[in-house]
């Protein structure tokens, strides 16, 4: 059935089931997060996107299939949104958002314009503590599809065409949720990291899982 785009999904008519994406394997949870009921949902829409919920639901919108070919590359986006959750940063936001209350009350004593306020916040707190999470789910994820048997020299090439679809210029850096992904592809591909994931991966191909590697 066909949906038309800008609708929000609900369960009994715009959750599809891809192959690709159900085919990633339960090895690839952490094992410290084994309490969650991890369930990934398909989405038809056209957006290039994903994105995990607390409590191990992860959502991918069929756009993003289409953008991304191959298993290995699905098992990255999946790994980054597993990443977001394994590294608790729902509940980190928590915090983030109490601190930018606490700065806002400050600069309200000083400025009276509420724009420049939320705009002075977002780039001392809220978005610095974004583009931190991301390149940290970045790096849990590609540990995590490493430790499935997924290439994880696939995961810098994922960034560097996401970036490239975005046209994100370094410019806009300061002004973004994420890193551009230039920067990411440069993080994931540092010599320490890339070995890392590496040696995950080739015990993952020889059959020797490797618990509790987090």
């Given at each position: 059935?066909?949906?038309?785009?800008?609708?929000?999904?609900?369960?009994?008519?715009?959750?599809?089931?891809?192959?690709?994406?159900?085919?990633?394997?339960?090895?690839?949870?952490?094992?410290?997060?084994?309490?969650?009921?991890?369930?990934?949902?398909?989405?038809?829409?056209?957006?290039?996107n994903a994105f995990c919920l607390p409590g191990g639901k992860i959502v991918v919108f069929t756009g993003?299939?289409?953008?991304?070919?191959?298993?290995?590359?699905?098992?990255?986006?999946?790994?980054?949104?597993?990443?977001?959750?394994?590294?608790?940063?729902?509940?980190?936001?928590?915090?983030?958002?109490?601190?930018?209350?606490?700065?806002?009350?400050?600069?309200?004593?000083?400025?009276?314009?509420?724009?420049?306020?939320?705009?002075?916040?977002?780039?001392?707190?809220?978005?610095?503590?974004?583009?931190?999470?991301?390149m940290e789910a970045d790096y849990i994820g590609m540990l995590l599809m490493a430790s499935a048997g997924?290439?994880?020299?696939?995961?810098?090439?994922?960034?560097?065409?996401?970036?490239k679809m975005a046209m994100d210029w370094t410019e806009k850096y300061y002004f973004s949720t994420h890193?551009?992904?230039?920067?990411?592809?440069?993080?994931?591909?540092?010599?320490?990291?890339?070995?890392?994931?590496?040696?995950?991966?080739?015990?993952?191909?020889?059959?020797?899982?490797?618990?509790?590697?987090?």
């Open positions: 059935m066909e949906i038309p785009p800008g609708k929000w999904w609900r369960k009994d008519d715009q959750i599809v089931v891809d192959k690709r994406v159900h085919r990633i394997p339960k090895e690839a949870q952490e094992p410290g997060s084994s309490g969650l009921e991890w369930e990934v949902l398909v989405v038809c829409e056209p957006h290039v993003m299939l289409q953008f991304l070919k191959t298993d290995a590359e699905i098992a990255t986006i999946i790994g980054h949104e597993v990443g977001h959750v394994v590294a608790r940063h729902a509940v980190e936001w928590i915090t983030i958002h109490l601190w930018v209350v606490i700065l806002k009350s400050i600069l309200k004593l000083f400025i009276t314009m509420p724009n420049v306020v939320q705009a002075i916040s977002n780039l001392l707190i809220t978005l610095p503590f974004s583009r931190r999470m991301e997924y290439d994880p020299r696939i995961a810098p090439k994922v960034n560097e065409k996401l970036g890193p551009y992904g230039k920067m990411r592809t440069q993080l994931l591909s540092q010599a320490e990291v890339m070995e890392a994931a590496m040696t995950l991966y080739w015990e993952a191909r020889a059959g020797r899982g490797i618990q509790g590697f987090l």
